[in-house]
C-alpha cells in the first residue's frame, strides 16, 4: 500500500470531451474543402471531351488533300462522307452534337457542338498554306483549335 499520496496520470473526462469536439470540428472543415474540391472534378474531364472532339476533326480535315482531287475547286461535295480536300470543311457546322462521317450523332456526345469550321489560304515563308481553325462548343465553353495544310 501507499503511505504517500500517488500521483495519477492520465485525462480527465472533460479532457476527452474537449479533444473529441475539437477533432470533429477539424474533419467537418477538411471534408468540406474535400466536398467543394469533387465537386469541380468533371471540369477537367469536359474540358478534356472538347479537346478530344476538336482534335479528332481537326486530324480528319488535315489528312484531306491539299487541293480538290477531282479537278472541281469551287465544288464543295454534299456531305462529309464526300469531302475530298481542306477546302471542302469550311463553314462546318453540327447542330445535333457531333457526329460520324455518315451524319450519325455519336451517342455520349450530344452536348458537344462542331460551331464552325474556318479555312484560309495564307503564305508561310514563301509555301503556300491553308489554316484550318476547329471550334467546338460543349457543356464548359467553346474551344478553338488550329492547324495548317501545306501543298507539300
Known amino acids: 500500500m501507499c503511505t504517500t499520496r500517488c500521483h495519477q496520470a492520465g485525462f480527465t473526462l472533460i479532457e476527452l470531451v474537449i479533444f473529441i469536439v475539437v477533432v470533429s470540428l477539424g474533419m467537418v472543415g477538411i471534408l468540406a474543402v474535400m466536398n467543394t474540391t469533387v465537386k469541380a472534378s468533371a471540369d477537367p474531364l469536359v474540358r478534356k471531351q472538347t479537346v ?49 462521317m455518315a451524319g450519325t450523332p ?38 478553338s483549335l488550329t492547324g495548317y495544310r501545306t501543298n507539300y
Open 52 to 100: 478530344a472532339v476538336a482534335e479528332s476533326l481537326l486530324e480528319e480535315i488535315l489528312l484531306k488533300s491539299y487541293d480538290d482531287p477531282d479537278g472541281l475547286p469551287n465544288v464543295v461535295e454534299a456531305s462529309r462522307a464526300l469531302y475530298d480536300d481542306v477546302g471542302d470543311y469550311a463553314g462546318y457546322t453540327t447542330s445535333a452534337g457531333v457526329q460520324d
Open 106 to 143: 455519336i451517342a455520349g456526345l450530344t452536348q458537344y457542338q462542331v460551331s464552325n469550321v474556318a479555312v484560309s489560304d495564307l503564305v508561310l515563308n514563301g509555301i503556300a498554306a491553308r489554316q484550318v481553325t476547329v471550334t467546338v462548343t460543349g457543356p464548359g465553353g467553346p474551344l
